[in-house]
């Protein structure tokens, strides 16, 4: 069974950094993508950011050269690092599993997906 379990979340000022992380477990024996999505308030779900079984990156206009992806295997932990927070970051974050091993922004399906944390930015 997959478990996802996100941290780091909290209120920053605008221009302002957080470090996401993600405790996954369930699929050690898989081939997986990994990635973040948000979810604001009235706004459909946006995928922010994901890495690739390989460690290939790829990240939504909005957020890309503020945010970077990473993961840990031998720790099984995902992270996002969000530099140059806008206001307009504001969300609820969530780590997500996708069974296909080299997705994209653009392709990933969020299989699996944790209870988000919430961040916040303000002007």
């Known amino acids: 069974q997959v478990h996802l379990v996100e941290s780091g979340g909290g209120s920053v000022q605008s221009g302002g950094s957080l470090r996401l992380s993600c405790a996954a477990s369930?699929?050690?024996?898989?081939?997986?993508?990994m990635g973040w999505f948000r979810q604001a308030p009235g706004n459909e779900r946006e995928g922010v950011a994901v890495?690739?079984?390989?460690?290939?990156?790829s990240y939504a206009d909005s957020v890309k050269g503020r945010f970077t992806i990473s993961q840990d295997n031998a720790k099984n932990t995902l992270n996002l690092q969000m530099n140059s927070l806008e206001p307009e970051d504001t969300a609820i974050y969530c780590c997500a599993l996708d069974w296909w091993s080299r997705a994209r922004i653009a392709t990933i399906t969020h299989d699996y997906w944790g209870q988000g944390t919430q961040v916040t930015v303000s002007s």
């Open positions: 890495i690739d079984t390989d460690g290939f990156t």
């Open positions: 369930g699929y050690s024996d898989r081939s997986v993508s």
